[in-house]
């Protein structure tokens, strides 16, 4: 058996192990056939949409019939908003500066001790059946896994997934009813883009209704974010009909989990098998007006997933917990109920204690944002996020890329690139006067949200609770310096080797067609958070009160609505005037942002003309906003 050389780290008050059971919380018998372990995680599951957790029902009947038989935990969070350092931290028990993967270029020590490879040891025959992409085996992944399939074949996003991975998978768990199996499975079935979905699943869903929702409007400010229209967002009229197609997606993914929980039964091992059903973040649906999308802020609707726990004999069937978890605790809890040696340098706890009652100690949920080198602490009900230390220019280029819409003479920006070799495109955005607005979901400072009070994390209290920031502030510092202490025992180790960069060129096109951006280089991530250190004091630059100006985009993305099915309403045209003419004198009231306005009122214009109408321009000339004579 190979010891970790972190078994020798002791953290105290990062991971606790306890052996006592509560007398009044029954503890299965031993299984009495082979021991199973079955973890499934479905990438980009936010946690609303399943049954379960409140979505609407027949979207997701396997899982929930699943939670049904197990425990489901309300308040899991993700480590990271995105697959590669979450899915390492579920894979190790390590938060992400500890396990040390933050990037396409770090692949996991060879020291590090995974979950696999200690299941390994103990036994069990180990398998893993992954979509590709960031969660390929050449990231570090393999290490532990007697089988590691992440071979993605040419085509779509639905030629992959579970369609191609869940024959292999099953056929493997099949051929050793024997054994002691730990089986891992990984899909993109519910990644973006969400109208690439078996046609045949998608139909019941794209029957649904699509209500107007207040969302909508950025949808149309999608065309102009390179990395959203690639990925089709800006094709849906409402955020109502994506989440159609969303569904559809967890629809699909739930029947793969279906298919999986028929074998065990049908083998006599599903009521012994441990079986774990989450994912490695969540979704924006643009709740902070950035995105549709994951893999840069902190908020909860990028980290809070889903959790679902079904213990051997249904123990604790029923059960929901709403304790504040993540997913450093699923490494832990496996190597419990399996009672495998576990290291001492997971950083997470055991979700057993929670079930039988035992005392649940662990550090605060730690999570990071490697693309914007941000750090998030959830205490109780409250959830600190500290300041960015790459600039939001630098955020919005590399992972949205923006392009500046039309504005006729008032077009300017800066140039700069997109990808690589024949992929590479020059694209040119104003980043003083964000037209688009996607700044503004950068705040430069620190933020405190009171998760209990304010769910949708929408009122930032930092300003009034100084001194909780500043206790959080430091705790997370705290857990950082003791987690980079982690990653240099593992980079320091003898049994550490080097390696050349994990990133296979050939996944390139596999990820592209997921969304991810390749912008050229990154800024690389500090060994030390420097903007951490640092007591944030000063005054965050003033960001314009927008609410005036969205009003009116709902107003005009109605119209759009309406044109498109030829059932504009009977005073269009003075609804089209009165809500250019709003615009204009917000600009008026906002020079600095005039920006803003211009290219809504070119796009407003030419609706107007699609539908017969001239607007007067002379109410915008008054507020000082000259346009191109065919923008009328």
């Known amino acids: 058996m190979r010891t970790s050389p972190l078994t020798l780290v002791l953290l105290a008050g990062l991971s606790t192990s306890c052996s006592e059971t509560s007398s009044d919380t029954p503890v299965p018998a031993e299984p009495a056939g082979p021991r199973t372990v079955v973890l499934i995680s479905i990438d980009t599951l936010r946690a609303d949409r399943l049954g379960t957790y409140g979505g609407e029902e027949g979207v997701s009947p396997a899982i929930d019939a699943l939670a049904r038989d197990g425990v489901v935990f309300e308040q899991a969070l993700a480590t990271s908003p995105w697959t590669l350092p979450s899915h390492m931290s579920m894979l190790t028990g390590l938060d992400p500066v500890a396990h040390g993967v933050h990037d396409r270029t770090y692949h ?45 074949v040419e085509g779509t996003k639905s030629d992959n997934g579970f369609a191609r991975l869940l024959p292999g998978a099953l056929d493997w768990l099949d051929e050793r009813l024997d054994s002691d199996v730990f089986l891992f499975l990984h899909t993109f079935d519910v990644h973006a883009p969400f109208h690439d979905v078996d046609a045949d699943v998608a139909v019941p869903f794209r029957a649904r209704a699509t209500p107007a929702g207040p969302d909508d409007p950025f949808l149309q400010r999608a065309r102009y974010v390179t ?48 079986i774990i059903v989450t994912s490695d973040h969540g979704e924006a649906m643009f709740e902070h007006q950035l995105h549709v999308g994951h893999g840069i802020t902190l908020y909860d609707s990028e980290l809070h997933i889903p959790l679902v726990v079904k213990l051997p004999r249904s123990q604790a069937a ?26 001492s340098d997971m950083t997470g706890g055991s979700l057993l204690d929670l079930v039988r009652g035992r005392d649940f100690t662990r550090a605060p949920i730690f999570a990071m944002s490697t693309n914007i080198e941000s750090y998030a602490l959830v205490d109780g009900s409250h959830k600190y996020i500290s300041a960015m230390a790459v600039s939001d220019v630098t955020a919005v280029q590399h992972f949205l890329a923006p392009i500046t819409p039309s504005m006729g ?47 949708a994390e929408q009122h930032d209290i930092a300003k009034s609770e100084p001194e909780r920031v500043g206790v959080m502030r430091r705790e997370l510092l705290d857990l950082w310096d003791q987690s980079a202490r982690v990653n240099d ?96 004198a917000w600009a008026a009231d906002h ?21 017969g109408y001239k607007l007067d321009v002379a109410p915008w000339r008054a507020h000082g906003i000259e346009l191109t004579p065919d923008s009328r």
């Open 108 to 152: 996991l020590s060879t020291a590090a001790y995974t979950l696999a490879e200690a299941l390994q040891d103990d036994g069990f025959a180990t398998g893993a059946f992954t979509d590709g992409g960031f969660v390929a085996g050449n990231f570090g992944f393999a290490q532990g896994f007697d089988v590691y399939d992440d071979a993605r």
């Open 227 to 274: 990395q959203q229209r690639d990925l089709g967002i800006s094709d849906y009229a409402t955020l109502s009909g994506l989440l159609n197609d969303y569904d559809a997606g967890v629809h699909v993914a739930d029947r793969g989990v279906a298919d999986v929980v028929a074998l065990l039964k049908a083998r006599g091992r599903y009521e012994d098998a441990l």
């Open 318 to 343: 029923g059960q929901r917990d709403a304790t504040p978890v993540d997913l450093t605790d699923i490494a832990p809890t496996i190597l419990d109920h399996t009672a495998t040696l576990r290291p």
């Open 409 to 455: 003479h008032w077009t300017d920006g800066t140039e700069y690139s997109m990808g690589v070799g024949e992929a590479r495109r020059v694209l040119t955005y104003d980043f003083v006067g964000d037209p688009l607005g996607l700044l503004d979901a950068f705040p430069p400072h620190e933020q405190l949200f009171d998760r209990e009070q304010d769910p």
């Open 489 to 584: 025992v593992l980079t320091n180790s003898d049994e550490h080797e080097d390696s050349d960069l994990p990133f296979n060129p050939n996944q390139a096109h596999a990820l592209a067609m997921l969304g991810y951006l390749d912008t050229g280089a990154r800024t690389e991530l500090r060994q030390v958070p420097q903007r951490l250190r640092k007591n944030i004091t000063e005054e965050a630059p003033e960001r314009p009160d927008m609410t005036a100006l969205f009003e009116q985009d709902r107003i005009v993305h109605a119209l759009r609505r309406e044109l498109a099915a030829g059932q504009l309403r009977d005073d269009a045209q003075a609804v089209f005037q009165a809500a250019g003419d709003a615009c204009a």
């Open 591 to 611: 020079p600095q942002h005039t920006k803003r306005v211009i290219w809504r009122l070119f796009e407003l214009g030419a609706l107007a003309r699609e539908a």
